[in-house]
């Protein structure tokens, strides 16, 4: 029903998740509880890209910037994100949700990692919707491991697709369509190699508050863009 409504649906849309901290301080609470009502967004997102018919989204969890914040805010973030995996697991089994990750985990806790580890195997299989968890990403790191990659095999003279061909995203299309939320217009060293030609999008609404109708509105935006590649039409 959804897709009829829309004559065009991304197939991977990346989602900057901004606002949290903004939508606490609007409610007069810590900016964790902020981060917590990002959660359920999360959730409540991956419910409406379904029904939509997207094939893949990357929720831009926590940046390699991120690790400037405080002790106490770093904690709370992996505290949402290691319970929303426990809590979860068995339900994106039941609503076909694969669980895959970007990325240098290196640094996170060990039971945070496993949780992740686990998480990804038992939805190995599923097929409704990939839901990729960029963690501890940036996008200039992303590059630079790639390159690194590409040196440590020897590699004497590198082309575009042999970056693309090692960047995390490699087992992923490029994002056709990424949307980053609270009116804030910048990408923030989010794919910078994968979103050439991505077509952008920034709405006002604080992502705590980011719902079904709001995607509606974005996928209906993207529908009218007319993606040339650098060419004529």
């Keep these: 029903m959804f897709k009829k409504r829309i004559n065009k649906i991304p197939q991977h849309i990346g989602i900057i998740m901004d606002g949290n901290g903004r939508w606490a301080s609007t409610q007069a609470l810590p900016r964790n509880m902020g981060h917590k009502e990002g959660i359920n967004a999360v959730d409540r997102t991956i419910d409406a890209l379904i029904k939509f018919g997207v094939k893949v989204v990357s929720f831009f969890a926590f940046s390699t910037e991120n690790w400037k914040r405080s002790e106490e805010e770093i904690n709370g973030i992996f505290n949402l994100v290691r319970d929303f995996l426990h809590s979860k697991r068995n339900n994106f089994k039941e609503r076909g949700v694969k669980i895959t ?20 195997e038992e939805t190995k299989d599923n097929d409704k919707l990939i839901v990729n968890l960029a963690l501890n990403y940036g996008g200039r790191s992303d590059i630079t491991r790639s390159v690194n990659r590409l040196i440590a095999e020897g590699v004497k ?25 609270s009116g804030e217009e910048r990408i923030s060293n989010f794919m910078l190699y994968q979103m050439a030609y991505s077509e952008l999008y920034f709405p006002k609404v604080l992502w705590p508050n980011f719902n079904e109708r709001h995607l509606r509105k974005a996928l209906k935006v993207y529908s009218k863009r007319n993606r040339r590649f650098g060419g004529i039409k």
Excluded: H, Y
């Design 101 to 120: 990750t970007i990325g240098d985990l290196t640094p996170f806790p060990e039971d945070l990692k496993t949780q992740l580890a686990l998480t990804k």
């Design 157 to 181: 003279e590198v082309t575009e697709q042999d970056i693309l061909d090692n960047l995390d995203t490699k087992s992923l299309p490029e994002p056709d369509f990424v949307i980053r939320t």
